[in-house]
Structures are given as structure tokens and as C-alpha cells.
């Protein structure tokens, strides 16, 4: 795509809870709760990104084979 609309935007920000917001809780914890949110959401998003990779793959793989056969 050449431009993504605010719909996509959006879909993306809910998809990766980035308009979640948490209240400070005290004694500065929210800090570690924010990091390990963060790491969550990485981890998360590298692991989407890894099962898109692999699904790009396949699909490569299955063209090169029936050309092959051909």
C-alpha cells in the first residue's frame, strides 16, 4: 500500500491494546508493569510477524513446486 488510512491505524492500535491505559499504582511498580507490557506486546508482535513470514514462505514454496511439475 502506498498509504494507510485511520482506519487501518486504528485497527492496528486495538489490535496491539495501544489505547489501554492503566492506573499509576504506587510505590513505583507502574514503571515495571509498563516495561513487561511493552516486552509483552514485542514479543507478541514478533511472533505475528515470524507466522506472517513463514505463511509468505509456504506460499512460495507451493509456487516453486508446481512450476517445477510443470
Partial sequence: MRSVSPDI???IAT???LGIQTPAIEGGKSDEL???KAAQTLLELYAHLQAE???E????TGVRLRVSEQ
Wanted: aromatic share 6%; charged share 70%.
Fill in 34 to 36: 509498563d516495561a513487561r
Fill in 53 to 55: 513470514q513463514r505463511r
Fill in 9 to 11: 491505524i486504528d485497527d
Fill in 15 to 17: 489490535d496491539f491494546r
Fill in 57 to 60: 514462505d509456504d506460499v512460495r
